[in-house]
């Protein structure tokens, strides 16, 4: 028996089409998974799913914004019509908005409330309204598996991104308090958990990381000073944990936070 066997399962991948996403789209088809990429990008999630499908890999790119209910109707329904059923969701759709980090040297009293307000509602509702509608497909298969994605930002306090750090923070309430609410109603057959990355170099943190010239920010240099490993994370160091949090070798783990982070949220730095 493949203990972490996730072979034929269909797994829904939302933000697909980011680098994050793209790295666990990539590991769950190479699993043997039916991976749907949701995201805004067509582009991207076409060509994604046109060189899984070139491997002989199933996939499929619907086009939806994580935050727009009837979006994601339209992808449930979908998915349905052409695979009948849904096994799990990794709500990968997410980030720190430009709009949402406090600039360097900025009047903390003048903080961007509005810019906050919408990077939050991308990550904790984004994580949230997916959960809404393709859940109760999820629970019908008897071993279904939510998988979010919260931040050390929701352990530690980084500083400048409020509004980032408020809704990973959220998803970590959410995490326990829907795998309990679900865990009433359908027992151990669907199961809710989250992943907590570290600092991976990506689209949405880039410029807080690197210069123009590719060299290290201030920002980026504390980072790895207080990651214990001395390092950015590559993106397929998460995926170990995602598959496992997928399969049934995690029958058992509901509700928790799994951290992959180089060590930084138990490092003093003394
Ligand atoms: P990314 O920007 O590369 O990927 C995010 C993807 O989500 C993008 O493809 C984007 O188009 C998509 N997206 C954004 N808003 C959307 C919406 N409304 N509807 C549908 N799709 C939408 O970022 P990433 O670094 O790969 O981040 C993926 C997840 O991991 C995010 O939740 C992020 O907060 C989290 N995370 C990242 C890091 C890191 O170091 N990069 C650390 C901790 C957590």
Redesign the pocket.
């Known amino acids: 028996m493949d203990l972490f066997s996730i072979k034929n399962k269909v797994i829904i991948v ?9 790295s666990f789209v990539i590991a769950l088809a190479e699993q043997g998974a039916t991976v749907v990429l ?4 067509e582009a ?1 999630g076409n060509e994604r799913v046109a060189a899984l499908k070139k491997q002989g890999k199933e996939a499929l790119f619907v086009a ?5 209910e009837a ?1 994601l109707i339209n992808a449930k329904n979908t998915i349905i019509e052409k695979y009948g059923k849904i096994d799990g969701l990794v ?6 908005l430009p709009d949402g980090i406090l600039p360097p040297g900025e009047d903390v009293f003048k903080m961007n409330i509005e810019g906050m307000k919408k990077t939050m509602d ?2 904790l509702w ?1 994580t949230i309204l997916p959960v809404q509608v393709f859940g109760p497909e999820i629970a019908k298969t008897g071993s279904g598996s939510i998988v979010n ?5 929701a352990k530690r306090t980084v500083t400048r991104g409020l509004g ?1 750090s408020m809704g ?1 923070a959220a998803i970590d309430l959410y995490t326990k308090w829907f795998a309990v609410e679900m865990a009433n109603r359908y027992g151990d057959k669907v199961r809710i958990n989250s992943i ?10 880039k410029n807080l990381l690197t210069n123009e010239d590719g060299s290290l920010t201030e920002r980026g240099n504390l980072i790895i000073k207080n990651t214990p490993f001395k390092r ?2 590559n ?1 397929d160091e998460l995926v170990g944990a995602l598959v496992w949090l997928l399969s049934d070798a995690s029958k058992f783990v509901t509700g928790m936070d799994i951290g992959v982070d180089g060590g930084f949220t138990i490092n003093s730095g003394v």
């Open positions: 939302t933000g697909g089409t980011g680098v994050l996403g793209g949701i995201g805004q990008n991207i939806a914004n994580v935050l727009q979006d709500n990968g759709a997410g980030g720190n991308l990550n984004g994605i919260s931040s050390v930002n980032y990973k907590m990355p570290g600092f991976f170099l990506t689209k949405q943190n950015f994370g993106p």
